[in-house]
């Protein structure tokens, strides 16, 4: 009994042991001191991966990770690999350039890893910051310009157009001690001035296209042994949009905005808010204008002047009511790009004597009346009398005739209607629907906010609706 009393407390203990193993070993985790670690060109540089338990006979890989390329690192005198009871050590001897990166340590049997990024720094070669990213405007001469000291001599300097999002490269020049700089495309230029150590390049785009703007375009200077690079952004002038102080003038408000950009305005949109009431004005989209306040052409008048990377943009607000005061009045231009920017402006309560208080599509208030008005209240009640049977039987023949066309087809001008806002809807959300730059994530100005469905806004509305697919 007592020896298999201790048989079984031996296999219990070992049942244990056994269990703690395979449950700790899952979970080892790696943890390192520093996730960034510098290093200097032509030195040895040590990264260092800290393990929670000793690690004596615990299979480990180190890789580099490259643009999602991951790349084994056998134990070489390259890249020499030790442990240190709780510590990976990666030593990687004669460090250049190339080397720089990130390096990931992982546990074979756990799965665990962690990533430490290497900087590579060469004392004898500096960039100088200079303008990053640089902003111009299509079919204006532009220059990217870089900056650097050097205690090595350079031999050759070449230049790479970069697209961030496809990876494709495009090679637009190169500089060389012998032949200077030379180049394939013909709207490219180099100057290389050196002033006190410091060398200045000076790359020149005459008229740049579309096709030209938001890449990154790199500079590499090689001394034989080593290259160092650098790049700079080409960002086209985002769109802007100005407003002029209103004219307020007899029974008519004007309003005056400008917009400065390279593409043409696919649809120009007015509205005019008092803190959360927004209201619609009227859009102008395929060089047609439709105004949405109450009373329409008698209401608001738009012109637009086209002009050399801009416009000028014209809104008069007619038959003016004091109720057209204290509101700010937008302007958004949605350029055939996708992109879209607005200024609004605001119209302050004034003191205008004899200026009516009717809303424009009818009265508003009570109205009083004298004695002398009973005999054509008499007079008014008595034609009503008259004419009720009239107007009974008028109403009578125009419900049968409209009953009988009611089945008729919509009218071209409702059709026209309708792609209009159709072609607005579009205008407005293709925003939302693809990215409009291909370097970076979405920067659209507009803020993509949550529409109401239960909305009467027509701008909202036409956001709901979707162009319809013949």
């Excluded at 785009?205 to 200077?221: A, E, H, S, V």
Aim: charged share 25%; aromatic share 8%; hydrophobic share 35%.
């Amino acid at each position: 009994m007592g020896d298999s009393s201790m048989g079984m407390y031996t296999l219990l203990i070992c049942g244990l042991v056994n269990l703690f193993k395979a449950v700790e070993s899952p979970k080892f985790g790696i943890g390192t001191a520093n996730n960034i670690q510098s290093g200097i060109v032509g030195f040895d540089v040590q990264l260092k991966w800290n393990v929670h338990v000793n690690i004596t006979g615990e299979p480990y890989s180190i890789f580099k990770v490259e643009n999602k390329i991951i790349t084994k690192l056998e134990n070489t005198t390259k890249y020499l690999h030790q442990l240190d009871g709780t510590r990976i050590v990666l030593t990687i001897k004669d460090v250049t350039l190339d080397d720089a990166g990130i390096y990931r340590c992982k546990l074979d049997d756990s799965g665990d890893y962690k990533d430490i990024e290497l900087t590579v720094d060469d004392w004898e070669f500096k960039w100088i910051s200079t303008t990053n990213p640089v902003i111009s405007r299509l079919n204006k001469d532009g220059e990217l310009v870089w900056k650097y000291q050097s205690l090595k001599i350079v031999n050759e300097i070449t230049f790479i157009r970069y697209n961030n999002l496809t990876k494709n490269e495009y090679q637009l020049g190169v500089w060389t001690t012998k032949g200077g700089f030379t180049s394939d495309v013909s709207n490219v230029k180099m100057v290389k001035t050196t002033n006190k150590e410091v060398v200045e390049l000076r790359l020149a785009l005459g008229k740049p296209t579309k096709d030209d703007f938001n890449l990154i375009y790199i500079c590499q200077i090689s001394d034989g042994a080593n290259v160092n690079q650098n790049g700079i952004k080409l960002e086209m002038e985002k769109p802007k949009v100005y407003s002029n102080k209103p004219v307020i003038k007899d029974d008519e408000i004007e309003f005056e905005w400008h917009y400065e950009y390279d593409y043409p305005a696919r649809a120009i949109i007015f509205t005019r808010h008092l803190n959360v009431e927004l209201l619609n004005v009227g859009y102008w989209i395929e060089e047609r204008f439709k105004p949405t306040l109450d009373g329409g052409q008698d209401r608001v008048k738009f012109n637009k002047k086209d002009l050399q990377g801009g416009a000028d943009i014209t809104l008069k607000l007619l038959n003016i009511t004091k109720d057209d005061f204290n509101y700010n009045y937008t302007c958004k231009c949605v350029f055939v790009d996708r992109k879209s920017a607005a200024a609004d402006v605001g119209i302050m309560p004034v003191s205008l004597s004899g200026m009516s208080d009717k809303q424009p599509n009818g009265t508003n208030g009570d109205t009083l009346l004298s004695s002398d008005d009973g005999g054509m209240i008499i007079a008014a009640v008595v034609t009503t009398v008259v004419m009720a049977p009239i107007t009974v039987i008028a109403v009578v023949l125009l419900y049968r005739r409209c009953y009988s066309q009611r089945y008729r087809p919509v009218e071209n001008k409702q059709i026209e209607e309708r792609d209009e806002e159709y072609n607005l809807h579009a205008a407005i959300n293709e925003d939302f629907e693809e990215t409009e730059d291909e370097n970076e994530p979405v920067q659209n100005e507009d803020s993509g906010d949550d529409v109401d469905p239960t909305s009467t806004d027509p701008e909202q509305t036409l956001i709901r609706r979707r162009p319809m697919k013949v």
